[in-house]
């Protein structure tokens, strides 16, 4: 599904691991990824659905943080973006680096203290192919990356702070209650993500966290399968108004999520 990019919307996403040989067989097994090495990037992975780039890898030395998954967002200028994120009382976590000419990246703590990314295209404008979801429906994305979701205890200063950094102009808010908080990266489809206020379900220790929805098939059997790999269920698959859903993790504790259509 072909989508125009605007500036904040979600771009890339890759797994950071301390063991990036089992993570390979793991996704390769759970979603028909195939892995590209580069040893002229510090070996980073590029993970091919059908021959597309639908994400990447890098080794964690272990003395880096933990094993994650990042989201990054789109800028035209990554440099304006870092001292956005500074002005707007976030914390830059990695600096601007340029990667031959494919782009920059960077990685930052949000103003609630969560982690986000950013790329500037140079000649990798991103994913080569992602799923699409609207209205419940998820359309062409098995095994692509279809959703992005910030969980955080700070959902009004969150969605100024992506306002002001990452230039989010038009979020729609589909609810608004004390049992559900929710606003869209965007107020038309492709939607692409959201910010939940997950003040009341997060543990005091974390702060929050972008997670990200892989599209899958049949949601129960890929969850059963991520049991047999050796991952682990941290929310079974439920029937929700936006699909099927549940959240799960990798070998290593690398939480993701999972999205399809209702049985």
């Known amino acids: 599904m072909s989508y125009v990019t605007q500036p904040g919307d979600p771009v890339w996403t890759d797994l ?4 990036t040989d089992s993570a390979i067989d793991f996704y390769g097994e759970l979603f028909g990824w195939s892995a590209d090495v580069a040893p002229e990037y510090g070996d980073y992975i590029t993970f091919r659905k ?7 890898g890098m080794r964690n030395d272990g003395n880096s943080g933990p094993n994650q998954w990042t ?17 707007s009382g976030g914390m830059i976590a990695a600096p601007v680096t340029a990667v031959g000419d494919l782009g920059k990246f960077a990685v930052f703590g949000d103003n609630g203290g969560v982690g986000i990314g950013v790329w500037e295209a140079g000649t990798m404008a991103g994913f080569e192919q992602r799923g699409v979801v609207g209205g419940g429906h998820w359309e062409g994305h098995v095994g692509a990356p279809s959703w992005f979701e910030l969980h955080t205890r700070s959902y ?9 950094v990452f230039g989010w102009k038009d979020p729609f808010t589909i609810a608004d209650t004390p049992e559900f908080r929710y606003t869209t990266i965007h107020s038309v489809t492709p939607m692409l993500g959201g910010v939940m206020d997950s003040s009341s379900f997060l543990p005091p220790s974390v702060p929050g966290y972008w997670t990200v929805y892989f599209g899958v098939e049949d949601v129960d059997a890929a969850v059963r399968k991520v049991a047999e790999l050796g991952g682990s269920v941290v929310r079974p698959a439920e029937d929700t108004p936006y699909g099927r859903l549940a959240a799960v993790a990798d070998p290593s504790g690398v939480r993701f999520s999972l999205g399809g259509n209702k049985s």
């Open 16 to 19: 950071f691991t301390t063991d």
């Open 156 to 164: 009004d200063d969150a969605l100024k702070f992506y306002r002001e």
């Open 50 to 56: 059908d021959g597309r780039a639908v994400a990447g």
């Open 71 to 87: 989201v990054y967002l789109a800028s035209p200028d990554a440099e304006a973006t870092a001292a956005a994120v500074i002005a």
